[in-house]
């Protein structure tokens, strides 16, 4: 079992910048893929970016390449998520999640209903 902890949100400017953690406990970290998704009212819950057990391989979703940057640190169990330039649009919570029972060091997944354990979320807002 692994439990997650996100933390980081708040409301920031458009054209700002945040960085949220996800804090992992009761397993090693490296051991699983991660990944960042959001969810806004009144929409479903959306992948934004996941990151392979190593960190060697990240995906983003178009909407944010350039702009949000997802890593890790396994020694500390955690991952991170930096995110610059800022837009309204990327106004949601933001949810950290990991996939158990994965042997290869490369694999990133992009679905919801692929992965195992969710954080609380954190809400950020971006304001105009």
């Known amino acids: 079992q692994v439990q997650l902890v996100e933390s980081g949100g708040g409301l920031v400017q458009a054209g700002g910048s945040r960085r949220l953690s996800c804090a992992a406990s009761?397993?090693?970290?490296?051991?699983?893929?991660m990944g960042w998704f959001r969810q806004a009212p009144g929409k479903e819950r959306e992948f934004v970016a996941g990151i392979s057990r190593t960190g060697g391989r990240t995906v983003y979703t178009d909407s944010v390449k350039g702009r949000f940057t997802i890593s890790r640190d396994n020694a500390k169990n955690t991952v991170y998520l930096q995110m610059n330039s800022l837009k309204p649009d990327d106004t949601a919570t933001y949810y950290c999640?990991?996939?158990?029972?994965?042997?290869?060091?490369?694999?990133?997944?992009?679905?919801?209903?692929?992965?195992?354990?969710w954080g609380q979320g954190t809400q950020v807002t971006v304001s105009t």
């Open positions: 009761g397993r090693t970290l490296g051991n699983y893929p």
């Open positions: 999640t990991a996939k158990g029972d994965v042997y290869s060091f490369v694999s990133v997944y992009t679905g919801v209903s692929e992965y195992d354990y």
